[in-house]
């Protein structure tokens, strides 16, 4: 069965960091495009970075400004995982992060395709509060 599961989500402080993980089951992740998109209370969701099956970064226009300086993907191939390490946290960025993939394509999608992406993990909530 394929699966995505996040974890790591926690309550921090502003200006903490967190390191969220995406851990694949039942296929190879390295294959694939895995994105990070991120749902607050009220809000649409929001494209937050991606990695393609090649390692090109995507950023997106919704939340490049905020987290281009603060927030890292990067992929753990021995372990199946993708994770996104998020640095000087602000409240904004309170949220549910899911990491997400398209068992299709290993390319990233923009804003306008999210829903292209077919394979969702649960998500995981991150909290910055002080």
């Known amino acids: 069965q394929v699966k995505l599961l996040e974890s790591g989500g926690d309550l921090v402080q502003p200006g903490g960091s967190l390191r969220l993980s995406c851990t694949a089951s039942?296929?190879?992740?390295?294959?694939?495009?895995i994105g990070w998109i991120r749902q607050a209370p009220g809000k649409e969701r929001e494209g937050v970075l991606c990695?393609?099956?090649?390692?090109?970064?995507?950023?997106?226009?919704e939340t490049k400004d905020s987290v281009k300086d603060r927030f890292v993907i990067s992929r753990e191939n021995g372990k199946n995982t993708v994770h996104l390490q998020m640095n000087n946290l602000k409240p904004e960025d309170t949220a549910v992060y899911y990491c997400?993939?398209?068992?299709?394509?290993?390319?990233?999608?923009?804003?306008?395709?999210?829903?292209?992406?077919?394979?969702w993990g649960q998500g995981t909530q991150v909290t910055v509060s002080s």
């Open positions: 997400v993939t398209d068992l299709r394509s290993g390319l990233c999608y923009g804003s306008a395709w999210l829903s292209l992406f077919n394979t």
């Open positions: 039942g296929f190879t992740l390295d294959r694939y495009a």
């Open positions: 990695i393609g099956d090649r390692g090109a970064i995507t950023y997106y226009p």
